[in-house]
């Protein structure tokens, strides 16, 4: 049965002091919600502004309905797709769109780029006619499944649909991300988009100066940003977001987790619930964030891809998972071992680095170094620009081997990482996930080699189940640790952004901006 989720559109929108003005501006408030919220549901696009004689605002092709129902079947049961929707009034059923022919029409090539791919990947197939009817859509699916495009192109194709003048420094929507390098790699993928869609898109992030992305808001139909450089410019009245009509929240696990939730709540402030579409995806959706999500959402429809969300953190089924438990004093020499085979000979392979701290990322390095490979690193002590530059070298293949704190383990999209090493765990099972996510990429097989010491024994029982899921061997060695998951792992749900020192007691955790 669909399960009603509760809107509390108080959390965003609380005034602090009632006046009788603020009464009367909140009873109108209220009327025009309540009308945004009528029109929501009888199919208004939000974005377009113009309503459609179908019911939402999205025509499923006929072509589309004209398949049988069991080839639809078979797609969502081999795909392993479920739809749960929340809402308790009836809503209209779209199926997915299994072939790029089956998207909405369109009068520019917006989907000229699309030519790249054989078809739409699962998690695209199923929120995309949710996301063109105009849904709050939860979309969690593996890591390197194409979830990018999957919010990007209803993005980009209500724009280009959208009628409506826009007042300069009104952006119609906001995709927020969790970091500087992700929100770039989001901007690169609408950007090959938006020359067709005409759609003015900009990248918001801190470390750099605000001038020029002051200038840039004046015009940008849609802003990719990282919450706390967002936030500063919208303090300083350098963007207004309450025309807002399309929010996502990428990572979402990691942009409601403690460091990010007041940021978010700031920003969408002025754009309520019921006249902006909230998107929200991820690989990974655990429980202690579910409820917040629902109350920034408006009866959304949840897409999971390859089982139950309620399970346990699932990881990329064709990531060859090895977990090596030893003495951390061994790590050292494990690691440059493990190196030596993947990057000897003419064509050394991609391989990622994991440490947890910035001070340990920078020891590895240098060891790394020592040894005459190719490496280069990505860690928040480093300033912007040499973060980009050291990405890029990776890359492009100048350095064959990148040494990362957590700064480097969600989304980003590297080609042809072959292998992941967790010299450190990180601080929960989640990040695990997403670390070794760096490889196995559209499709791709991966690899991922795990250094696990008795340090990390509270995380066994989680990992342990990451690795049952997936069918990956449980070492004996690692068994022995327990198999007890700890509810809560951490307070801070992660150690994204772990700048911190090596003394593990440290508690400071600071944010991209
Ligand atoms: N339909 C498709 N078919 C094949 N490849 C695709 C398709 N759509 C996107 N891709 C490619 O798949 C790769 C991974 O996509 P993307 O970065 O969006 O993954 P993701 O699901 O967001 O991963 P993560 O969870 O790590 O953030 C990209 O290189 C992208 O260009």
């Known amino acids: 049965m ?28 209220e ?18 502004g113009s309503s459609s004689d179908e019911q939402t605002g999205y025509t499923q092709a006929s072509a589309l309905t004209d398949l049988p129902q069991s080839q639809i ?20 059923q779209f199926r997915p769109i299994i072939s790029f022919d089956y998207l909405p029409p ?32 939860i979309g969690i699916a593996e890591t390197g499944s194409g979830k990018t495009l999957g919010f990007g192109l209803p993005c980009l194709k209500k724009l280009l649909d959208s009628k409506r003048s826009r007042k300069p420094y009104h952006p119609a929507a906001v995709i927020i991300s969790p970091t500087r390098e992700l929100a770039m790699q989001i901007y690169d993928q609408l950007v090959k988009f ?29 802003v990719v940003a990282t ?64 409820d917040l ?16 969300p309620s399970a346990d953190p699932r990881a990329n089924t064709r990531i060859k998972q090895e977990v090596e438990v030893m003495d951390g004093r061994d790590k050292e020499n494990r690691l ?18 994991f440490c947890l701290y910035k001070k340990e990322a920078m020891r590895i390095e240098r060891l790394i170094k020592m040894k005459g490979f190719k490496v280069a690193g990505i860690h928040g002590d480093l300033n912007q620009s040499d973060r980009f530059r050291n990405l890029d070298a990776f890359k492009t293949g100048a350095a064959t081997v990148l040494v990362a704190t957590d700064v480097a383990a969600r989304g980003l999209d590297i080609p042809a990482v072959k292998l992941v090493i967790n010299v450190t765990f990180p601080l929960t099972v989640e990040d695990y996930v997403h670390r070794i996510g760096r490889t196995g990429r559209a499709g791709a097989n991966g690899h991922a080699i795990t250094l696990f010491t008795e340090q990390d024994k509270a995380l066994s029982g989680g990992l342990i189940n990451v690795l049952k899921a997936a069918k990956q061997d449980v070492p004996e060695s690692l068994l022995k640790f327990g198999t007890t998951v700890k509810k809560k792992q951490h307070d801070a749900y992660g150690a994204f952004f772990k700048d911190i020192g090596t003394d593990k007691k440290a508690t400071k955790i600071t944010f991209d901006d």
Not at 293 to 308: L, R, Y
């Open 2 to 29: 669909a399960k009603r989720t509760h809107n509390t559109e108080s959390t965003e929108l609380r005034p602090s002091k009632k006046s009788k003005s603020d009464d009367k501006h909140s009873e109108k408030k």
């Open 31 to 48: 009327k025009k919600d309540k009308k945004d919220k009528k029109e929501k549901k009888n199919g208004v696009d939000q974005v377009t």
């Open 73 to 92: 079947d078979q797609f969502l049961e081999e795909k392993v797709i479920k739809i749960t929707d929340s809402s308790t009034e009836p809503m209209p």
């Open 106 to 137: 369109c009068d520019t090539d917006l989907y000229a780029p699309l030519k790249a791919f054989p078809a739409p990947s699962p998690i695209q197939a199923a929120t995309w006619p949710l996301l063109f009817a105009g849904r709050d859509v």
């Open 194 to 222: 938006s020359h067709v869609a005409k759609a003015d898109v900009t990248c918001i992030y801190g470390g750099v100066g605000k001038d020029e992305q002051r200038v840039a808001l004046k015009t940008a139909a849609i």
């Open 227 to 290: 919450p706390g450089r967002l936030k500063d410019l919208q303090n300083d009245e350098s963007v207004d977001l309450s025309k807002v009509k399309y929010l996502v929240l990428d990572e979402a696990d990691r942009m409601l987790d403690k460091g990010f939730e007041q940021d978010i709540k700031d920003i969408i402030a002025p754009m309520p619930v019921s006249r902006r579409q909230t998107v929200m995806f991820t690989a990974t959706w655990p429980r202690s964030v579910r």
């Open 293 to 308: 999500a629902a109350t920034f959402m408006s009866s959304p429809v949840t897409v999971t891809i390859g089982g139950d």
């Open 336 to 353: 440059i071992q493990l190196l030596s085979r993947s990057q000897k000979g003419q064509n050394p392979e991609k391989v990622l680095v």
